[in-house]
């Protein structure tokens, strides 16, 4: 099930004004141009961004996500129909062979449980070609982000056109690594409406990334520092090896 910041008509809507720099995309636009993928699946896609990015540069893009809502934002973007969506996880992918398979932000994270997390990781492995890449990024558990998570960190106010004011924070709700949960809250000034999103993130150590990895049949290339976020991110690289497993 999607959190409500993801699978809520009002919030879905108001996702991208809320949080409009995208930096961290930079570099898997970079990764999908430098290695020449005309291919790509983009896991948890949410309202699109990083699929409409790679379809304005011709990349054929298939974009999966579980909250309608958010796709249904997608669907509604300029330049939407260059996109092929799927509202649902990996089990609802056709069969495909792309290039390249991208989990952004905290997508790789909220696949919490870990029987979920090894079916997405094979769904992905299934859906590359025989030499495909796929990357995504999780926070190092080093690094302690949910100590950020209060009021006073987060609290603002931001002006929406054809909105209003919203105001939002977010409130650590509980702490057991590697479980992690949150709560954002979302105001809006124009009735007064009060809306809640819970969230629960698994915090992987990178070991235990690589050996889930491994595991499901992937060669890991590279675990790089996320170039917004230094030291405080792993991004994996890994390849769907050219031959099939034993």
Not at 35 to 42: N, P, Q, T, W
Not at 118 to 135: E, I, K, M, N, Q
Not at 223 to 231: L, Q, T, W, Y
Request: glycine share 8%.
């Amino acid at each position: 099930m999607a959190d409500e910041c993801f699978g809520h008509p009002r919030l879905a809507a108001i996702y991208d004004p809320l949080d409009p720099d995208r930096r961290d995309l930079d570099a898997y636009v970079r990764l999908a141009e430098e290695s020449g993928a005309r291919r790509v699946l983009d896991i948890g896609c949410g309202t699109g961004v990083l699929a409409l990015l790679l379809a304005a540069r011709g990349v054929d893009v298939v974009a999966v996500d579980p909250a309608r809502a958010s796709v249904d934002v997608a669907r509604a973007k300029p330049g939407a129909g260059r996109v092929r969506w799927v509202h649902g996880d990996v089990s609802a992918l056709p069969p495909l062979a792309v290039d390249l398979v991208t989990m952004t932000a905290n997508v790789a994270q909220a696949v919490v449980d870990p029987g979920a997390w090894r079916s997405t990781l094979d769904g992905a492995r299934d859906a590359l070609a025989p030499g495909g890449r796929l990357v995504f990024e999780t926070r190092d558990p080093a690094a302690r982000a949910w100590e950020g998570w209060n009021r006073d960190a987060t609290h603002r106010v931001t002006t929406i056109p054809g909105v209003g004011a919203v105001e939002t924070w977010v409130e650590l709700v509980d702490l057991r690594p590697p479980l992690v949960s949150f709560r954002w809250t979302y105001v809006f000034a124009a009735d007064g409406e009060v809306l809640t999103s819970d969230s629960t993130l698994r915090f992987r150590e990178r070991r235990e990334v690589e050996a889930d990895l491994a595991s499901c049949g992937f060669v890991v290339e590279d675990v790089r520092d996320a170039p917004d976020r230094p030291g405080r991110e792993f991004v994996f690289l890994a390849r769907r090896p050219e031959t099939p497993r034993d």
